[in-house]
C-alpha cells in the first residue's frame, strides 16, 4: 500500500466541477468524501430540495440504494467468521423457500417450462449473486418472468419502494414460488442475492437482520445514523430525493423529505438497496474494509474474509451477460465490484466498491490507500454511470498527489 496525500488545489477543482451540478440545477445537493490515510477532505454544496431554502449538511442522511449490498455481504462474512455459515453449505436449512428448486429451460420460456435445478444454492451463489435469480435487464414484457417478478414486489425491476414490498417471510415465499432463471452458479445476475442474504443473516442470527447489523457493524464502527428508516428526531436531515423527466427536462420529488417511505419502519429490510446512511458513516465502513476488518483495536471482520470479499470471485463464463455492469475492466466480489483492469485512470486494479441507484457511489482503493464517497439525491437514469459519477472519479483521483 503507498500513501499519498491530497492536493489542495485539484480539490478546488473538484468542487468546482460539482458545485456546476448544483448551479446548473442538475442536481439540487452535493456531499462529497474524499480520504487518503488519515487524512479526510469532506465537501458540502446545494440544498435539501429542489424548492427548498436549507442548505446540504455534512450530516445529511441519504437514501442509499445498491450500495446497501456490500454492508449485506459483511454481515453474511461475519457469520462466516463466527462459524456459523460456511461458503458452500446449501442455505436450504435456513431458507426452505430455496430448496427443490426449478429453472428455466430458457429465459424466454413460460414459467411451467422448467428443468431441475443440478444442485442446492450455497452461501457462496448468494454471495457472489450468482444463485440463478436476479434483475432482468430487458425491456419490460421481453420475458414472461419479469411481469411475475412485477405482480410479487420482489424488487430488481426499478427503484426500491419500501411501501410496496411485502414482509420478509411473504417475500421469500413468494420468490420460492418462481423458477430460477439459470442453474445455481452458472451466471451472474443483479439485486436478489442481497435481499436474500439479508433474510439469511437475519434467520441464522434469530434476529431482524437491522438488529444484526445495529450490533455487529454499524454500532462498532461508529454508524449512527445508518438504519432501514430514519428516526422522526431526525426527518430534518432526510433530502428529497428526484428522477429526471426527460420529456418536461425537470426533476420531479420520487420521495418527499416530510412523508418519506423511509420515516417508517419497512415490512422488508433490504439487504440491496434498503438503507440510509450519510457520508461519515459510510466512509467508517469503507475504511474498516480498507483496515482489512480492524476499525481502531477492534476487529469487525477477519483479514481472510475482507480479502474474500474484495477479490474477482466469478468465471467469465459467470460474467457473460453482464456486460453492463462490468465492462471489460471489473467483475464482482462478494457484494461488490472489483476493478481487473485500468480502463479508467481512477479504475485502478484492485479497487472495490459499488454505486447506488438513488445517486450515490463509494469506491476503496488499497493501492493508494484511497477511499471516495458520492452522496447525492438524484436517480440514476440508466445502468450506466451518470456524468457526477465520472466527473466524481476523474477529479478525486487527481487529486492524489504522488
Known amino acids: 500500500m503507498r500513501t499519498n496525500a491530497l492536493n489542495m488545489g485539484r480539490l478546488a477543482d473538484l468542487h468546482t466541477t460539482m458545485n456546476g451540478y448544483v448551479e446548473r440545477g442538475d442536481i439540487p445537493g452535493i456531499v462529497t468524501l474524499v480520504a487518503c490515510g488519515e487524512e479526510v477532505q469532506v465537501d458540502v454544496m446545494g440544498r435539501m430540495a429542489v424548492d427548498g431554502e436549507e442548505p446540504m449538511r455534512r450530516d445529511t442522511i441519504f437514501r442509499i440504494a445498491s450500495i446497501t449490498k456490500p454492508i449485506a455481504a459483511a454481515a453474511t462474512m461475519i457469520l462466516v467468521d463466527d462459524g456459523k455459515l460456511r461458503l458452500d453449505d446449501?442455505?436450504?436449512?435456513?431458507?426452505?423457500?430455496?430448496?427443490?428448486?426449478?429453472?428455466?429451460?430458457?429465459?424466454?420460456?413460460?414459467?411451467?417450462?422448467?428443468?431441475?435445478?443440478?444442485?442446492?444454492?450455497?452461501?457462496?451463489?448468494?454471495?457472489?449473486?450468482?444463485?440463478?435469480?436476479?434483475?432482468?435487464?430487458?425491456?419490460?414484457?421481453?420475458?414472461?418472468?419479469?411481469?411475475?417478478?412485477?405482480?410479487?414486489?420482489?424488487?430488481?425491476?426499478g427503484p426500491p419502494q419500501p411501501s410496496l414490498t411485502p414482509g420478509t417471510d411473504e417475500w421469500m415465499r413468494?420468490?420460492?414460488?418462481?423458477?430460477?432463471?439459470?442453474?445455481?452458479?452458472?451466471?451472474?445476475?443483479?439485486?436478489?442475492?442481497?435481499?436474500?442474504?439479508?433474510?439469511?443473516?437475519?434467520?441464522?442470527?434469530?434476529?431482524?437482520?437491522?438488529?444484526?447489523?445495529?450490533?455487529?457493524?454499524?454500532?462498532?464502527?461508529?454508524?449512527?445514523?445508518?438504519?432501514f428508516s430514519v428516526p422522526a428526531s431526525n426527518l430534518d436531515r432526510l433530502p428529497g430525493l428526484y428522477s429526471f423527466n426527460h420529456e418536461s427536462r425537470k426533476l420531479e420529488e420520487f420521495d418527499s423529505m416530510r412523508d418519506s417511505e423511509y420515516s417508517r419502519a419497512p415490512a422488508f429490510e433490504s439487504g440491496a438497496g434498503g438503507l440510509v446512511s450519510t457520508a461519515d458513516d459510510y466512509y467508517a465502513f469503507c475504511r474498516m474494509m480498507l483496515n482489512k476488518g480492524v476499525c481502531g483495536r477492534e476487529r469487525v471482520l477477519t483479514e481472510a474474509s475482507v480479502e474474500a470479499m474484495t477479490r474477482d470471485q466469478l468465471t467469465p463464463?459467470?460474467?457473460?451477460?453482464?456486460?453492463?455492469?462490468?465492462?471489460?475492466?471489473?467483475?464482482?466480489?462478494?457484494?461488490?465490484?472489483?476493478?481487473?483492469?485500468?480502463?479508467?485512470?481512477?479504475?485502478?486494479?484492485?479497487?472495490?466498491?459499488?454505486?447506488?441507484?438513488?445517486?450515490?457511489?463509494?469506491?476503496?482503493?488499497?493501492?493508494?490507500?484511497f477511499i471516495g464517497v458520492l452522496m447525492t439525491q438524484r436517480m440514476m437514469d440508466s445502468p450506466e454511470p451518470p456524468a457526477v459519477f465520472t466527473d466524481f472519479w476523474a477529479g478525486a483521483h487527481r487529486a492524489l498527489e504522488g
Open 317 to 369: 463464463q459467470q460474467r457473460e451477460g453482464a456486460e453492463l455492469f462490468f465492462g471489460n475492466h471489473s467483475s464482482w466480489g462478494f457484494g461488490m465490484a472489483v476493478s481487473l483492469r485500468r480502463e479508467k485512470p481512477w479504475m485502478v486494479p484492485g479497487r472495490f466498491g459499488w454505486d447506488g441507484g438513488f445517486g450515490t457511489s463509494a469506491y476503496s482503493d488499497p493501492a493508494n490507500d
Open 90 to 157: 446449501s442455505v436450504e436449512r435456513w431458507l426452505p423457500e430455496l430448496a427443490n428448486r426449478r429453472v428455466l429451460r430458457r429465459m424466454d420460456s413460460p414459467p411451467d417450462d422448467t428443468v431441475p435445478a443440478n444442485r442446492s444454492i450455497t452461501v457462496r451463489d448468494l454471495l457472489n449473486s450468482t444463485f440463478g435469480f436476479g434483475s432482468v435487464m430487458a425491456r419490460p414484457g421481453t420475458y414472461w418472468i419479469q411481469q411475475l417478478i412485477r405482480d410479487g414486489n420482489l424488487g430488481g425491476d
Open 174 to 227: 413468494r420468490l420460492g414460488e418462481l423458477p430460477l432463471m439459470y442453474q445455481p452458479g452458472e451466471r451472474w445476475l443483479y439485486n436478489t442475492s442481497c435481499d436474500v442474504l439479508g433474510v439469511l443473516v437475519a434467520r441464522v442470527s434469530e434476529r431482524s437482520f437491522g438488529g444484526f447489523l445495529r450490533e455487529r457493524l454499524f454500532d462498532p464502527l461508529g454508524m449512527k445514523d445508518t438504519g
